[in-house]
């Protein structure tokens, strides 16, 4: 018998299924905004980032179509190869004045954008700060980067000022990276505090806006604005594929942090350009974000009436606002049984489990839309009593 090098894979699998941590990919049917379909039965999707609707919009469809009919589907190289086109042009363009920054340089994903610009801001000899909760990609942009990596407690601006202090004069660049919303407890950074710190310390701040983005601020232009301080994050990262319904990531700044991007960031120079179509339906729900401010505002007021709905029966739920409410159940089984239940009662319902998130903090992350009503919220809450309460 020949040695198997792949076999360690089983005996991670197995310890993945012990503890109820293993999870599969789920194919579903066509979408209708703020619902989904599984094996013939709708489900009220309660699971997406697509906040505002525009992923099923009939206006951002039609726009990617025109796109793709006039510049094809691929983009068939790097964007500084020839995979730029006028639609990714007319965006960047967009996004720079929506953002009221000079430029904006476009990712393949948000993923990507987080990745690639730490990795062009910072390497060996520099440093990257970062929240316990940032996104998977900042820690591993941090990571990746050679940079070393100091992690502050989740919102603790304090002890990242202290952490600063202390290390100040033993590395070449710092570089404190956070989530301007948190995607999965859906709180606000303290970003007026980490603007403080930064500009006292000489420290770039960079700001992962990909749940903010169309939701938070006046316009919709994100936590940062919402906190006032926009003008004051020189590197603000987004997405196109939560509230701007499409894929691909952007970073917004100055002219020179685009063009040093443009040249340096690995993710950006090396990978192929969205598809022309993906940046124009992000174009067209761009627009829609900013003529229909009432999407917005209903998603905000749909989370207030959940979270006190959800509270008023004695659930637990953490200080948020906005779109995502995170009912932390603790335990893993406890959480699954309460989606699968839930998920029987026809409401689709994401059960985020460590590695996502911290042992012991499992939880139904409810992610809302501006497409739902009160009547599926008001079923929901009552669901939620019955599958989340211990029965007494
Ligand atoms: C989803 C997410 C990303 C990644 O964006 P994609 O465009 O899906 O790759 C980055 N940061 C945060 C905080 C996110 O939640």
Redesign the pocket.
């Known amino acids: 018998m020949s040695f198997d090098p792949l076999a360690w894979l089983d005996e991670v699998a197995d310890h993945r299924n012990r503890m109820g941590l293993h999870r599969s990919i789920v194919p579903y049917g066509t979408a209708t905004p703020g619902w989904l379909e599984r094996d013939g039965q709708r489900l009220v999707d309660l699971s997406s ?1 697509d906040y505002l609707g525009l992923a099923s919009d009939p206006r951002v469809i039609a726009a990617g179509m025109e796109s793709a009919r006039r510049y094809g589907w691929g983009s068939g190289a790097s964007p500084l190869v020839c995979g730029w086109r006028e639609p990714h042009q007319r965006l960047a363009e967009d996004l720079a004045a929506f953002e009221r920054t000079e430029a904006v340089a476009l990712f393949p ?6 990745l690639g610009t730490i990795a062009a801001l910072v390497g060996s000899g520099d440093v990257v700060y970062g929240d316990r909760l940032n ?1 998977s ?2 820690i591993q942009g941090a990571r990746l980067s050679g940079a070393s990596v100091r992690i502050f407690p989740h919102g603790d601006h304090e002890r990242l000022a202290h952490l600063i202090g202390r290390d100040q004069g033993r590395y070449r660049r710092t570089l404190i990276a956070t ?1 301007g ?3 999965m407890d859906g709180d606000l950074a303290p970003l007026s505090e980490l603007v403080e710190i930064a500009e006292r310390s000489g420290s770039m701040l960079l700001v ?1 806006e ?2 903010g983005t169309g939701v938070f601020g006046p316009e919709g232009r994100g936590a940062s604005a919402a906190l006032g301080v926009a003008d004051r994050v020189a590197i603000r ?1 987004g ?4 509230a701007l319904g499409s ?3 952007f970073v917004a700044g100055s002219r020179r942090l685009i063009d040093h991007l443009n040249n340096h960031a690995p993710t950006l120079l090396y990978s192929t350009a969205t598809p022309p179509a993906a940046a124009g339906a992000a174009r067209e729900a761009l627009r829609i974000i900013r003529e229909e401010p009432w999407r917005r505002e209903r998603v905000h007021q749909l989370g207030r009436r959940l979270r006190d709905g959800l509270r008023s029966v004695g659930l637990k739920v953490p200080e948020s606002e906005g779109p995502i409410v995170p009912v932390i159940l603790g335990d893993v089984d406890r959480t699954l049984n309460a989606a699968s239940r839930l998920l029987a009662s026809g409401f689709l319902v994401g059960a985020i489990r460590p590695p996502t998130v911290a042992r012991g903090t499992a939880r139904l992350r409810i992610s809302l839309a501006a497409s739902h009503d009160e009547e599926q919220l008001d079923r929901l809450i009552e669901e939620m009593e019955s599958v989340c309460l211990p029965a007494d």
């Open positions: 980032n994903t948000g993923y990507a954008a987080n996104h990609c900042l989530d919303v948190f995607s992962d990909a749940h990262v997405t196109l594929s939560k894929v691909g990531g």
